[in-house]
């Protein structure tokens, strides 16, 4: 889907995936999160531009349209129960897999020293 | 207690006068008895009530809007017929109804009379010569300014409370003024003969000439009618273009007197306690009035009081007036005059605490009886004590500490601060608030703040005085209930914004990381992040970082709109505004942004600050459009920032009819010099070229309107939910003086401010209020105008236009991707549907087109045209 390197600290990406949009982010600590793009609040494919931080120790990213956090690992809202629409407000979650990283394609520098940036986030 | 069934639906109100007292009572009697009146208000002035008190404030550039009293809505919500322009002239008790001077008649069911005073002008020779004036309305005001245009000389008759407010006027107006006073000193009614000479000096000091113990004996006007001498009763002739007489005041109790209602010897209908005249049907309140006490009152509190007394009587409430204190609290040229209580030490066996300074122009005197308590003094020069010291006079507790130790300067002294205070003891003598009654709405009525208090009890909502002494009082009783109140930005710091600024800066902080580590716990979140990435933008230059908001770990800590400089709308696409300075913008520069809208398909709209803001554009269209806008000469508008936004302006001198300096010219330089200035909240400003204010700079952080001698500078106005007006800053400065006093502001601001805390409620919140921002940015009271000076310097220096430095740098560039996997594919859930020959974001139920994916030439949407 994308190089671990594509994941900035603290910062998210969308990708589409099957005609789905997949919000990816990655923590502080370098742990990765896989979750849906869609913000049950706004009806908006944009979860991936939201700030990620924590809860309580939990980790969350909040909505950049009108700020209810999600828990990254179980994709539910901190904030509220029900979307405007009466749907739970929650955001669907997917397991991640890191691989090793593909032998360096033409242009690629290989980073000086090893993990984590050998690692490549596989298809969730 | 009046009988209640008076308050019949169908009976009919008269209010014969509509000033401050009047306005009051209306307020007064519509709470305690809604609906239960239909209420007429007969007026002579040709505009609703208004706050005379500061009518001075005029001058110095208060809009006649400004001092109005009369809520939008008010007559609406309550049926009041109000008539402007329409005095009674006429009271017919046996008929019970008022003829106004148009001749309409009104029957009534109650009458109130709150007809107020009218300046005592002294019946000597000459006194209605062209040029000679009084002081009382707006009206008087307007003729005295355009008759000041052609004067050199004013005189004012009268050395009391408004006649030293009009010498100030005039001194303002740039008269040369001389102040002509009767008694032996100035201010003869509320302070004594050391307090008088002290105001002397201090207003002298100002050149304002003084002439005491003087009586005006006539008046001489020249050939053409216009005042050109005053003879004095000492002798001397002074040469005067202009008289403004303010030597006092009178009852205006004519209308009482024709129709048979008793008024007192000096004047003044008689009324009982519940402000109810011989005719029980009949009421007076305010300055019109003979209180129960044998007294007229010239002051607004008591005014206020009657005012209360009387609607709570109409409204079938125990309500009554007795008498009032008459302490005032002034700053009269520049200086602070006080007096409170028996002032005069008149009560039997009373002692005087005394401390003179004529080096430092300061007074102190306090009356102690001979229990020790305190009964009233005076104070000129230095009246900061006053707001602890009158409740402590009215409430005749026993000091705790003796009283030379209140008149003495702070450095010497200790002031025993409000605390001190006994329950009883009145705080806010406007609305008659007690220091028990603020400490309730506190502990009992969940105020966790002074606005709440002020709201629940109007307390500090008057005069605002007591403000200070306010918020000393709410926060003791806050701690004392041990009410923890959590200061902290967020669950990961326990610090405000401010101190957060303080660490960043004293420890040369330049990441996130360190500092949450440092000085946090936990991850971050929405709240701290992108605060903290506005504290980092702002301190960059100063710590050696990179200026670039978007450059290292910064670009994790901005919000949506910051990380992609532009602003999110609500089906996840962005709108772009370049800047375009002061609203200055070239026929060439309209149509790059046209030509730049039309190829990528993107709804234009002119937004409040004179720019032009394009929607619906897809990230990865945002590089391109801006390679486009660039390469067109435009650069950033921080519409999507907590940043400087716009400077608005009027077209200024150069075109306008009625300007008096370039308004355009200096809302550019302002504009350039502050863009890109991160700050806890955004950031808005405006210039006018005149006084007609068509640039709408008072609604404005910092807003500057043109004078004849310069610019005056108003701060933390803003509009939006709760619109508040700007105050006046500095007045008159030359350009220098305008930039240097706008960049400390702004440090001030952005090193002391919460995080999204506009300028407005961060003023509210400084202790000291204006004033204070005023000593540390024109006085240097704290000692860092240099460190601000510098900040901003640093600032100008290092400005770079973000989106120029973005698409030089490919790392930079690289976030703007719909799909990490599938870049340029935009996303197929934003789609758009046209409306009048634009386009718009379609809704949920229709289909829409949505970006096509070719991104080089930009995507181009058909759209129908009607």
Same mark, same amino acid.
């Given at each position: 889907?994308?190089?671990?390197? %594509?994941?900035?600290?603290?910062?998210?990406?969308?990708?589409?995936?099957?005609?789905?949009?997949?919000?990816?982010?990655?923590?502080?600590?370098?742990?990765?999160?896989?979750?849906?793009?869609?913000?049950?609040?706004?009806?908006?494919?944009?979860?991936?531009?939201?700030?990620?931080?924590?809860?309580?120790?939990?980790?969350?990213?909040?909505?950049?349209?009108?700020?209810?956090?999600? /828990?990254?690992?179980?994709?539910?809202?901190?904030?509220?129960?029900?979307?405007?629409?009466?749907?739970?407000?929650?955001?669907?979650?997917?397991?991640?897999?890191?691989?090793?990283?593909?032998?360096?394609?033409?242009?690629?520098?290989?980073?000086?020293?090893? @993990?984590?940036?050998?690692?490549?986030?596989?298809?969730? | 207690?009046?009988?209640?069934?008076?308050?019949?639906?169908?009976?009919?109100?008269?209010?014969?006068?509509?000033?401050?007292?009047?306005?009051?009572?209306?307020?007064?009697?519509?709470?305690?008895?809604?609906?239960?009146?239909?209420?007429?208000?007969?007026?002579?002035?040709?505009?609703?009530?208004?706050?005379?008190?500061?009518?001075?404030?005029?001058? *110095?550039?208060?809009?006649?809007?400004?001092?109005?009293?009369?809520?939008?809505?008010?007559?609406?919500?309550?049926? =009041?017929?109000?008539?402007?322009?329409?005095?009674?002239?006429?009271?017919?008790?046996?008929?019970?109804?008022?003829?106004?001077?148009?001749?309409?008649?009104?029957?009534?069911?109650?009458?109130?009379?709150?007809?107020?005073?009218?300046?005592?002008?002294?019946?000597?020779?000459?006194?209605?010569?062209?040029?000679?004036?009084?002081?009382?309305?707006?009206?008087?005001?307007?003729?005295?300014?355009?008759?000041?245009?052609?004067?050199?000389? #004013?005189?004012?008759?009268?050395?009391?409370?408004? &006649?030293?407010?009009?010498?100030?006027?005039?001194?303002?107006?740039?008269?040369?003024?001389?102040?002509?006073?009767?008694?032996?000193?100035?201010?003869?009614?509320?302070?004594? %003969?050391?307090?008088?000479?002290?105001?002397?000096?201090?207003?002298?000091?100002?050149?304002?000439?003084?002439?005491?113990?003087?009586?005006?004996?006539?008046?001489?006007?020249?050939? %053409?009618?216009?005042?050109?001498?005053?003879?004095?009763?000492?002798?001397?002739? !002074?040469?005067? /273009?202009?008289?403004?007489?303010?030597?006092?005041?009178?009852?205006?109790?004519?209308?009482?007197?024709?129709?048979?209602?008793?008024?007192?010897?000096?004047? &003044?209908?008689?009324?009982?306690?519940?402000?109810?005249?011989?005719?029980?049907?009949?009421?007076?309140?305010?300055?019109?009035?003979?209180?129960?006490?044998?007294?007229?009152?010239?002051?607004?509190?008591?005014?206020?009081?009657?005012?209360?007394?009387?609607?709570?009587?109409?409204?079938?409430?125990? #309500?009554?007036?007795?008498?009032?204190?008459t302490s005032t609290k002034l700053k009269l040229l520049g200086v602070d005059v006080a007096s409170f209580g028996d002032a005069h030490g008149t009560t039997e066996g009373s002692l005087e605490v005394l401390y003179s300074n004529s080096r430092e122009g300061v007074y102190k005197k306090l009356v102690v009886g001979a229990d020790g308590s305190l009964l009233g003094g005076v104070l000129v020069g230095d009246a900061e004590a006053y707001d602890m010291l009158r409740p402590l006079a009215t409430s005749a507790a026993a000091l705790t500490v003796p009283p030379e130790q209140l008149?003495?300067?702070?450095?010497? #002294?200790?002031?025993?601060?409000?605390?001190?205070?006994?329950?009883?003891?009145?705080?806010?003598?406007?609305?008659?608030?007690?220091?028990?009654?603020?400490?309730?709405?506190?502990? /009992?009525?969940?105020?966790?703040?002074?606005?709440?208090?002020?709201?629940?009890?109007?307390?500090?909502?008057?005069?605002?005085?007591?403000?200070?002494?306010?918020?000393?009082?709410?926060?003791?009783?806050?701690?004392?209930?041990?009410?923890?109140?959590?200061?902290? !930005?967020?669950?990961?710091?326990?610090?405000?914004? @401010?101190?957060?600024?303080?660490?960043?800066?004293?420890?040369? =902080?330049?990441?996130?990381?360190?500092?949450?580590?440092?000085?946090?716990?936990?991850? #971050?979140?929405?709240?701290?992040?992108?605060?903290?990435?506005?504290?980092?933008?702002?301190?960059n230059a100063e710590l050696g970082n990179s200026v670039h908001i978007l450059d290292g770990e910064q670009a994790a800590l901005q919000d949506t709109n910051d990380h992609f400089l532009a602003n999110l709308q609500r089906n996840g696409s962005y709108s772009v505004v370049p800047r375009v300075p002061g609203g200055e913008i070239t026929p060439e520069g309209l149509i790059a942004i046209g030509e730049i809208a039309r190829d990528y398909g993107l709804y234009t709209k002119i937004t409040g600050g004179q720019r032009i803001d394009m929607f619906g554009a897809a990230v990865d269209?945002?590089?391109?459009?801006?390679?486009?806008?660039? @390469?067109?000469?435009?650069?950033?508008?921080?519409?999507?920032?907590?940043?400087?936004?716009?400077?608005?302006?009027?077209?200024?001198?150069?075109?306008?009819?009625?300007?008096?300096?370039? *308004?355009?010219?200096?809302?550019?330089?302002?504009?350039?010099?502050?863009?890109?200035?991160?700050?806890?909240?955004?950031?808005?400003?405006?210039?006018?070229?005149?006084?007609?204010?068509?640039?709408?700079?008072?609604?404005?952080?910092?807003?500057?309107?043109?004078?004849?001698? &310069?610019?005056? !500078?108003?701060?933390?106005?803003?509009?939006?939910?709760?619109?508040?007006?700007?105050?006046?800053?500095?007045?008159?400065? %030359?350009?220098?003086? !305008?930039?240097?006093?706008?960049?400390?502001?702004?440090?001030?601001?952005?090193?002391?401010?919460?995080?999204?805390?506009?300028?407005?409620?961060?003023?509210?919140?400084?202790?000291?209020?204006?004033?204070?921002?005023?000593?540390?940015?024109?006085?240097?009271?704290?000692?860092?105008?240099?460190?601000?000076?510098?900040?901003?310097?640093?600032?100008?220096?290092?400005?770079?236009?973000?989106?120029?430095?973005?698409?030089?740098?490919?790392?930079?560039?690289?976030?703007?991707?719909?799909?990490?996997?599938?870049?340029?594919?935009?996303?197929?859930?934003?789609?758009?549907?046209?409306?009048?020959?634009?386009?718009?974001?379609?809704?949920?139920?229709?289909?829409?087109?949505?970006?096509?994916?070719?991104?080089?030439?930009?995507?181009?949407?058909?759209?129908?045209?009607?």
């Amino acid at each position: 889907m994308c190089r671990y390197d %594509d994941l900035a600290p603290g910062r998210g990406v969308a990708a589409l995936v099957e005609g789905q949009q997949v919000a990816v982010f990655r923590d502080r600590s370098g742990a990765v999160y896989a979750v849906g793009n869609r913000d049950p609040f706004s009806g908006a494919q944009v979860i991936s531009r939201g700030i990620v931080g924590s809860r309580a120790g939990a980790p969350v990213v909040a909505s950049p349209m009108y700020k209810q956090a999600f /828990d990254l690992r179980s994709g539910r809202c901190l904030d509220e129960e029900c979307a405007p629409d009466g749907s739970p407000a929650a955001l669907p979650v997917w397991p991640v897999l890191l691989t090793p990283a593909e032998p360096a394609r033409a242009g690629d520098v290989a980073p000086p020293n090893g @993990a984590p940036h050998e690692r490549e986030t596989g298809r969730s | 207690m009046r009988d209640p069934s008076v308050t019949d639906i169908h009976k009919h109100l008269v209010l014969v006068g509509h000033g401050m007292v009047g306005q009051r009572f209306l307020e007064a009697l519509t709470e305690r008895a809604p609906g239960a009146w239909r209420i007429t208000v007969l007026a002579e002035e040709a505009r609703p009530a208004y706050d005379r008190v500061h009518l001075t404030s005029w001058f *110095s550039g208060t809009t006649a809007d400004e001092l109005s009293m009369w809520p939008e809505g008010f007559a609406q919500s309550h049926g =009041i017929d109000l008539r402007l322009g329409d005095p009674a002239v006429r009271i017919d008790r046996a008929a019970r109804t008022v003829t106004s001077e148009s001749g309409a008649e009104f029957p009534y069911d109650a009458l109130v009379l709150a007809t107020g005073s009218y300046p005592f002008v002294p019946p000597v020779p000459g006194h209605d010569a062209q040029g000679c004036f009084v002081y009382r309305t707006i009206e008087d005001l307007e003729a005295i300014r355009s008759w000041a245009d052609t004067a050199r000389t #004013g005189t004012v008759v009268g050395g009391g409370l408004l &006649g030293l407010e009009a010498a100030g006027a005039l001194r303002a107006l740039g008269l040369d003024t001389h102040v002509v006073e009767f008694a032996p000193r100035l201010m003869a009614l509320q302070v004594d %003969d050391g307090g008088g000479a002290a105001l002397r000096g201090k207003i002298e000091e100002l050149g304002v000439t003084v002439h005491t113990a003087a009586g005006t004996q006539a008046i001489e006007a020249g050939a %053409d009618g216009r005042v050109a001498s005053m003879a004095l009763s000492n002798g001397e002739v !002074l040469a005067t /273009d202009l008289v403004v007489f303010s030597a006092g005041v009178r009852p205006r109790d004519q209308l009482a007197r024709d129709c048979g209602l008793p008024v007192g010897e000096r004047g &003044g209908i008689v009324v009982d306690t519940a402000c109810r005249t011989a005719d029980p049907r009949i009421q007076a309140i305010g300055e019109c009035a003979l209180a129960a006490d044998g007294r007229v009152y010239g002051l607004v509190a008591p005014g206020y009081a009657m005012a209360e007394a009387a609607a709570a009587d109409l409204a079938g409430l125990e #309500g009554s007036f007795t008498g009032a204190d008459t302490s005032t609290k002034l700053k009269l040229l520049g200086v602070d005059v006080a007096s409170f209580g028996d002032a005069h030490g008149t009560t039997e066996g009373s002692l005087e605490v005394l401390y003179s300074n004529s080096r430092e122009g300061v007074y102190k005197k306090l009356v102690v009886g001979a229990d020790g308590s305190l009964l009233g003094g005076v104070l000129v020069g230095d009246a900061e004590a006053y707001d602890m010291l009158r409740p402590l006079a009215t409430s005749a507790a026993a000091l705790t500490v003796p009283p030379e130790q209140l008149v003495l300067p702070a450095s010497i #002294g200790t002031a025993p601060g409000p605390i001190a205070l006994p329950d009883e003891a009145v705080v806010c003598s406007c609305h008659n608030v007690t220091k028990g009654a603020i400490r309730a709405a506190v502990t /009992d009525g969940g105020c966790a703040d002074v606005p709440a208090v002020k709201k629940c009890t109007r307390a500090g909502t008057g005069c605002g005085s007591c403000v200070k002494a306010l918020g000393t009082i709410v926060a003791d009783e806050l701690a004392a209930a041990g009410v923890q109140v959590a200061r902290g !930005l967020c669950e990961h710091f326990a610090h405000t914004r @401010a101190e957060l600024f303080e660490i960043v800066r004293v420890k040369g =902080i330049t990441t996130f990381s360190r500092l949450i580590d440092e000085h946090g716990t936990g991850e #971050g979140c929405d709240v701290c992040k992108p605060a903290v990435g506005s504290i980092l933008a702002s301190l960059n230059a100063e710590l050696g970082n990179s200026v670039h908001i978007l450059d290292g770990e910064q670009a994790a800590l901005q919000d949506t709109n910051d990380h992609f400089l532009a602003n999110l709308q609500r089906n996840g696409s962005y709108s772009v505004v370049p800047r375009v300075p002061g609203g200055e913008i070239t026929p060439e520069g309209l149509i790059a942004i046209g030509e730049i809208a039309r190829d990528y398909g993107l709804y234009t709209k002119i937004t409040g600050g004179q720019r032009i803001d394009m929607f619906g554009a897809a990230v990865d269209q945002l590089p391109h459009i801006w390679e486009r806008l660039v @390469a067109a000469g435009f650069e950033s508008g921080h519409a999507y920032g907590k940043a400087l936004r716009t400077v608005k302006s009027c077209v200024g001198e150069t075109w306008c009819r009625y300007g008096v300096q370039d *308004s355009v010219a200096l809302a550019i330089e302002l504009e350039l010099r502050y863009r890109g200035l991160r700050a806890p909240h955004k950031l808005k400003s405006a210039v006018s070229g005149c006084a007609r204010e068509c640039a709408e700079a008072q609604s404005k952080d910092f807003g500057v309107i043109a004078t004849s001698a &310069g610019w005056n !500078l108003y701060v933390g106005g803003n509009g939006g939910m709760t619109p508040r007006h700007a105050d006046l800053l500095v007045s008159d400065v %030359d350009r220098e003086t !305008l930039m240097r006093t706008i960049d400390r502001f702004l440090m001030f601001y952005i090193r002391t401010a919460d995080r999204l805390e506009r300028t407005a409620p961060w003023i509210e919140r400084m202790e000291g209020g204006l004033d204070h921002l005023r000593a540390v940015v024109v006085d240097d009271s704290l000692g860092i105008c240099a460190e601000l000076d510098e900040l901003m310097a640093r600032h100008v220096e290092t400005y770079e236009d973000e989106w120029r430095a973005t698409l030089q740098d490919p790392d930079r560039l690289r976030r703007f991707v719909s799909f990490v996997n599938a870049p340029g594919t935009p996303d197929p859930t934003v789609r758009f549907v046209p409306e009048r020959d634009q386009v718009r974001p379609a809704r949920e139920d229709e289909d829409g087109n949505t970006l096509r994916p070719a991104l080089v030439a930009g995507p181009r949407l058909e759209v129908r045209t009607r």
